[in-house]
């Protein structure tokens, strides 16, 4: 096999608590990942030795800061060979928005050379690689729907949350990660997400109760600095979403909606504001 194609899939956070920062500096979550099939797309060619990369998008880096250089990087470490490829990169997912773009390309490239290689290696192995990279690749190898501990590599299954109509607001800044978790007050007692009330509506599938139980502590850092973020809410659930939230850090805006006709009407009031927005769906 000499080139793949894959399809590397973004997420939202359907609730993302913080629990504590760890010793390793890193923060205790417990969240629930969503995969939606917003998508980039990867064509992976095989070649001797070395990686190039390349991209429609202008803003991303294509040298050893991007997340897919650092998968072939840790593949190429994990399985002791000298084997190299070319990587082209269609980004639908925007940038830094807290929807994984970064890290699914990762696990895209792991899942690839897998094959590309012959390597069988199994899920789990991947995941573990994908763990190295970044907290997000785990799940973005794992997908569906899912409960995330640890810093989101322990994963469990839970019942699925397909094919849900939902609307992205994306306002066209890069939010870091690093930077909305060190500014997270954990102290603040007023910040409650209950994770297990959401997913035991999950469980039944009650569309109106999973919306409005919805959570995210990250929003209480993130709509200080862009309060636009609040304002988006607001006007989605005005404009017929059944509950609307922030993605993982930010600063995607989400709705969830139950009628078709009621989310293309506010697509259609959102792009007269807003610089991204996106019909998609859970898968």
Request: net charge neutral.
């Amino acid at each position: 096999m000499e080139e793949i194609i894959l399809d590397a899939y973004g997420k939202i956070n359907l609730a993302l608590d913080v629990l504590y920062k760890r010793d390793d500096g890193y923060h205790e979550i417990d969240t629930v990942m969503q995969q939606i099939d917003l998508k980039d797309t990867l064509i992976l060619k095989d070649r001797d030795s070395g990686i190039s990369i390349e991209s429609n998008e202008k803003s991303i880096p294509l040298d050893e800061r991007n997340l897919a250089y650092k998968a072939w990087k840790k593949m190429v470490e994990r399985v002791k060979v000298n084997r190299g490829v070319d990587i082209t990169i269609i980004k639908r997912i925007p940038v830094a928005a807290g929807l994984a773009g970064g890290s699914t390309d990762a696990a895209a490239v792991i899942k690839g050379l897998n094959m590309l290689w012959d390597l069988n290696l199994s899920q789990e192995e991947l995941m573990k690689i994908g763990k190295e990279i970044g907290a997000d690749v785990p799940f973005c190898i794992f997908g569906g729907t899912a409960q995330a501990k640890g810093i989101g590599e322990r994963l469990k299954r839970i019942k699925s949350f397909s094919n849900k109509l939902i609307l992205l607001v994306n306002i066209g800044v890069e939010v870091p990660t690093e930077y909305v978790y060190k500014s997270l007050n954990l102290n603040n007692k007023n910040l409650v997400v209950d994770v297990d009330k959401l997913i035991g509506y999950i469980d039944r599938d009650d569309l109106k109760k999973v919306a409005e139980n919805m959570g995210n502590k990250l929003e209480s850092v993130v709509i200080k600095e862009y309060p636009i973020i609040e304002i988006i809410k607001e006007e989605m659930v005005k404009l017929g979403a059944l509950g609307a939230l922030m993605s993982g850090s930010g600063p995607t805006v989400f709705g969830i909606f139950d009628d078709e006709n009621k989310l293309y009407s506010c697509k259609e009031r959102m792009e007269r504001k807003y610089k991204k927005v996106i019909v998609t769906k859970t898968i």
